[in-house]
């Protein structure tokens, strides 16, 4: 099945990064939000990334009017999905929430359409479900920054098609990811590993082993990780790694997965990282600066 045009549900930092990802990928891409301040805000974001690679020569202003052309943003679920080939679900991390959409979903797409969730924890089973046509959904999780980072998590479970998953690693291919296939097992293969070194990374400072920067150093020299597990806590959002490790919590039933305290404490007082500003790092500069904890 080719793919002519997709949708994308939720414009906040990975709906906005997917959308512009498909739209560079040659596809008409319909991004909605359900909040028209939300949708201002991820067109905006889009813009902004096109602008700095043109300022540092990686990329042309004929590009960005090509990949522009493409994109459209949309008010209405309804107008954004109808005639797809594609829709990838961005969304808060609540189930019930996700659940409604593909319900919406299920009954707005055309039948042939492959519906993919960007979740990065939940149970892709009871969201497939909830579409009425378990077999056309797969979990699509993606990396932020989504157009720089090459991983991209497809997640099936025991209903999902070999076509849907032959099409959701074609499209993969075409987004210039690298896809990788794993099992409908809570925080998948990414995200159960990466939660788990941020907590210990958060519980290292809590005790003082050291500063949050000679944290990140000690793993960015010393095991080769493109970023420190702190400074990734910030990117990803405090508190997305704190939801899905209290879903771990819940799934596994194990207390080994109960967030840190202080990254509890963090998450109260909205420090929640790089997109306010302050979590473990302050980012008012820019970058990740040192800063007081609390």
């Known amino acids: 099945m080719e793919i002519r045009s997709v949708a994308v549900i939720g414009a906040g930092t990975m709906g906005a990064g997917i959308a512009q990802v498909c739209a560079q990928s040659g596809w008409k ?21 096109w602008d700095k690679g043109i300022a540092r020569g990686k ?25 797809v080939d594609l829709v990838i679900e961005a969304v808060p991390e609540i ?11 299920g009954k707005m797409t055309k039948a042939n359409c492959i519906l993919g969730t960007n979740t990065s924890s939940l149970s892709i089973e009871a969201i497939a479900q909830a579409s009425g046509r378990p077999e056309n959904v797969i979990g699509m999780h993606f990396f932020n920054p989504v157009p720089i980072m090459k991983l991209l998590e497809l997640v099936k479970h025991d209903s999902c098609s070999e076509q849907t998953i032959a099409f959701a690693q074609a499209a993969g291919m075409a987004m210039g ?47 080769k990780h493109p970023m420190g597990p702190l400074a990734l806590t910030d990117l990803v959002g ?5 939801d899905i490790l209290l879903n771990l919590k819940q799934s596994f039933n194990d207390d080994a997965y109960t967030p840190h305290p202080l990254l509890e404490k963090l998450v109260a007082e ?21 800063t007081e904890l609390p």
Do not use: C
Not at 62 to 69: F, L, M
Not at 95 to 105: E, G, T, V
């Open 95 to 105: 189930p019930s929430l996700k659940h409604q959409i593909f319900a919406d979903l």
């Open 59 to 83: 990329t042309t202003a004929e590009q960005k009017q090509q990949w522009a052309a493409n994109l459209h943003p949309v008010s209405d679920m309804s107008e954004a999905v109808a005639d």
């Open 177 to 223: 990811k690298t896809t990788i296939l794993v099992k409908d097992i809570p925080g998948f293969a990414t995200s159960r590993l990466g939660v788990v070194l941020g907590n210990e990374a958060i519980r290292m400072l809590a005790d003082g082993v050291a500063s949050a920067k000679d944290i990140d150093t000690a793993m960015v020299l010393g095991y």
């Open 270 to 290: 909205g420090r929640l990282g790089k997109k306010s500003g302050k979590g473990i790092y302050d980012w008012s500069s820019g970058s990740a600066e040192e």
């Open 238 to 242: 405090l508190d997305v790694r704190r």
């Open 29 to 49: 891409t319909n991004l909605f939000d359900a909040f028209p301040e939300g949708l201002e805000r991820g067109m905006k974001t889009i813009d902004a990334f």
